[in-house]
């Protein structure tokens, strides 16, 4: 069954719970309860995952108070739309802007259900980010917006940072964007790019069965830490 055709589905209502499945009940026309209860299992993790992806980016849409095509065509570049789903994509995200729960409450879900996955909470943060510069830069609003649901999901002020400046490059700094410090030698260098490379390969999120968003998101990422990588290597002449 399709991400779409899932939503559908009375025993998702039952597993996901929350504000994220209070958004899946208005979307699907049914009542949804806590997940505790649950005798479906647990939600899928493509449909929590995608969800809250989307109710996410359209809180922050309202961040900047307009939302561009240019933020449209980016978000449709992050969350995998098929040309029948249109239609239902565009309801659920005019659903999330309209709900009473603002986005710290979604952030807070997510947050829980992927505790043990922090990784694909910095996928999260990843794909807000390709949406808010794609108008050319992250507003302050923006910014503020990307700088609270990142501290929500755990991660610190400096991982914030480091994001911001991949995305931005406010100073410029490749050594910043990739989390390494100008005082490491050529060969920790080295190391700490190899790590980069297999923590964030988009191959991880295809083998773990991911959605596409993740694997696109996974795909921007490398390409902007292999960027800020080759600065660094030819300032170093490596």
Known sequence: MSLWGKFGGGGLGLAVGGPLGALIGAFAGHYLVDRTGAPFGPAPRDVVLTTGLIALLAKMAR?????????????????????RERANVARLFRLAQGSAAGYQAYAAQLASAFAEEPLLLDDIVEGLFLVAKADGAVHEAEAAYLRDVALAFGRSEAWFEATLERHVQREDDPYLAIGADRAWDNAALKAHHRRLILQ???????????????????????????????????????
């Open 200 to 238: 964030h390969h988009p191959d991880r999120e295809i083998a773990r069965g991911l959605p596409p968003e993740a694997v696109r998101i996974a795909t921007d990422r490398l390409a902007s830490i292999n960027a800020a990588w080759d600065r660094i290597a030819a300032e170093r002449g490596m």
């Open 63 to 83: 961040a900047d108070g307009v939302v561009l095509r240019s933020e449209i065509d980016a978000f449709e570049a992050v969350v995998v739309v098929p040309e």
